[in-house]
């Protein structure tokens, strides 16, 4: 029988206790959290070399304590204030690895191209959905003009409807005496407002692509649609040729970007239908990503749309000057989309 | 037995918002899921900020117009709106602490969900997507009300299939947005605690000796409810948890709440470690000893 000892004065003084091991190690606690509040605030070119090589070693100590206190201590407190400090280090020393300046030029040079080029498939696809609503409505409104009026708006046409006169239709393509009048007053306003618009019906496009990519086919069909409503309408009045230069200018860029961010919504939607090998959320988010790159590079392309559109067709009325334009913006992208390049290879 | 059984589901509850996040070094960081309720009030501050900037923002405009008398400024203001509200969430989330200031404020942030980098490209996928979560509800709502041909009930059938879509993250166990689950990215618990006093090396704990049998009535559950009434210094607390423990190892009155409170506190805490430290841990009264 062990005989009971006065309990206070053995409970006391244990060997080892989570009072010492807090004040043995508490220092190096207080020196990680400065650092990191200094990372946090002015970034990693703030710190002297001597810091850096620092903030390994006390992030290291960090974790290494809280496995400690969590074998060992009772502290909430304590334990609370390891767990936080362990996270935000994580984060901070395992999350920045290259500067602002080298992502958006890794950006540009390589991932949006190679993000384009690996949605290709998807591209073509929604590209002919594009095409095939407007030349159903091609055909429909070409063999009976009353079809227009179901498929596009009166407030969005603004007159430019079957009953319309040859002239009054030449005038809304920028050429003769009533579009010369109107002046240049009030352009950019409409490019932004243009850019804006397209912007999020493109936002919108994409991000209906979960549901299976249907809702984006109908969305790009519907495009596609008032595309060829529109032509009939031109085109059956001995304007087509005209038309086609007013669309073009701006078209070849608006378009194809509508048809990316199509594809990426298509992506996202035949990623979760069909995931293959991977787990369907791995899928969902491995897709994502990609279409996350197309996107940005969407909202940029619409933005050169805008610029075209709003300025570029409203000041250039010369019909073959407005097609060079369109083709060449069309050569740009292609080009700088598809042409192979050496990183693809590693 | 129902306090213990109450007791087992609070931990469980607990214990189903961690998630298991093993760093390189191999350490859990135990990541906890953020509420909906937190997600919520993120959002909210969110709006709120960029409402009172796109004010800000339109006060300037209107004066700079008004100043140059061209429209210029109108261009500005359409461009200027739709980039804060297209990148306000994608610029701040790209930042070092991966959080809006609704998010800092509520202490969440997002985190990539394989473990990996968070990049920028989830950043912008997850946000692009609440365009569509945010707005199609309103949308539906919008297009009922503005043209009549859609019937009351095809326009409660849209808004119910929308919000069903928004409201995604509440149908699943680790509180993801469509966003985040297209994004690969969760949101989690943040928040910095400030490192407290170590209270019990405080002079005032040695004053007062309790034998391993009033000791041995406590578990860690109720050890760290009195670590957080003593952290809390609110008096009257301090009273009816020092009544509490003195009803329940039948001793009287003798001495001061703060004194009693914490020599108790550092003798529990003393005894449960020892046994911590032997493998034996004891997570509240209702456990076995």
């Known amino acids: 029988m062990i005989p009971p000892a006065a309990p206070a004065r053995t409970i006391d003084t244990p060997s080892f206790s989570a009072s010492r091991f807090r004040a043995e190690r508490e220092a190096d606690w207080i020196a990680f959290d400065l650092l990191l509040a ?24 960090t974790l290494s304590s809280l496995s400690i206190a969590r074998a060992t201590s009772l502290d909430k407190a304590l334990l609370d204030h390891l767990e936080a400090l362990s996270i935000r280090g994580y984060f901070l020393v395992y999350g920045v690895r290259e500067s602002r300046w080298n992502r958006l030029r890794r950006f540009f040079l390589y991932d949006w191209p190679a993000a384009v080029r690996s949605v290709w498939k998807e591209t073509l696809i929604i590209a002919l959905v594009i095409l095939l609503g407007a030349l159903t409505s091609y055909s429909l409104v070409s063999g009976n003009p009353e079809w227009y009026f179901n498929f596009v708006d009166e407030e969005m046409s603004g007159g430019r409807d079957p009953r319309a006169t040859a002239e009054f239709l030449q005038t809304t393509l920028g050429h003769g005496k009533a579009a010369a009048e109107k002046g240049e007053s009030g352009l950019h306003v409409f490019a932004t407002y243009l850019f804006t618009h397209n912007s999020q019906v493109s936002i919108l496009s994409f991000a209906l692509g979960f549901a299976f990519g249907v809702p984006t086919m109908m969305l790009e069909y519907y495009q596609g649609i008032g595309l060829g409503a529109m032509m009939a309408v031109f085109s059956a009045k001995g304007l087509g040729f005209d038309f086609g230069g007013w669309l073009f200018i701006h078209g070849t860029t608006e378009l194809f970007a509508a048809a990316l961010s199509g594809a990426a919504g298509l992506r996202i939607g035949t990623a979760v239908v069909f995931p293959g090998a991977r787990g369907r959320l791995q899928a969902a988010s491995e897709a994502g990503r990609t279409a996350g790159k197309v996107m940005v590079g969407v909202i940029i392309m619409l933005f050169a749309a805008g610029l075209l559109e709003g300025f570029g067709r409203q000041l250039i009325t010369d019909t073959m000057l407005r097609y060079a334009i369109g083709a060449l913006m069309l050569l740009f992208w292609l080009g700088y989309y598809y042409i192979p390049r050496r990183e693809d290879v590693t | 037995m129902t306090a213990a059984a109450a007791n087992a589901k609070q931990r469980a509850a607990k214990a189903k918002k961690i998630r298991q996040f093993v760093t390189p070094e191999g350490v859990d960081l135990e990541l906890r899921i953020a509420s909906a309720g937190l997600r919520f009030g993120a959002l909210l501050v969110d709006m709120i900020l960029i409402q009172v900037a796109l004010f800000v923002f339109f006060l300037v405009i209107l004066w700079a117009g008004l100043a140059s008398k061209s429209d210029v400024a109108v261009a500005i203001w359409l461009l200027g709106a739709f980039l804060l509200r297209t990148f306000w969430f994608i610029g701040f989330e790209l930042g070092s602490r ?51 041909m859609v019937s009351g009930w095809t326009m409660l059938a849209g808004v119910l299939w929308s919000l069903t879509l928004s409201l995604f993250l509440l149908f699943n166990r680790d509180r993801m947005r469509m966003g985040d689950l297209i994004a690969g990215t969760w949101v989690v618990m943040a928040q910095r605690a400030k490192l407290d006093a170590d209270i019990a090396t405080d002079a005032a704990g040695g004053a007062m000796a309790f034998t391993e049998a009033e000791l041995a009535v406590y578990g860690i559950f109720e050890l760290q409810e009195l670590e957080r009434v003593l952290r809390g210094r609110d008096p009257r607390a301090m009273r009816e948890v020092a009544d509490a423990i003195r009803a329940k190892i039948g001793r009287a009155i003798a001495e001061e709440d703060d004194v009693f409170l914490l020599s108790y506190y550092r003798q529990l805490k003393a005894r449960l470690e020892r046994k911590l430290l032997f493998g034996k841990r004891r997570e509240d009264k209702y456990a076995s000893d």
């Open chain 2, 98 to 148: 991966a959080a809006t200031p609704g998010k800092r404020l509520m202490g969440i942030r997002v985190v990539a969900r394989d473990g990996g980098r968070l990049t920028a490209d989830a950043v912008v996928a997850r946000n692009l997507i609440r365009e569509l979560e945010l707005f199609l509800p309103l949308m539906m709502l919008g297009a009922g009300a503005a043209e009549d």
């Open chain 1, 38 to 61: 200094k990372l946090e605030k002015k970034g990693a070119t703030a710190l002297t070399s001597d810091e850096l090589l620092q903030l390994p070693l006390l992030y290291r100590a």
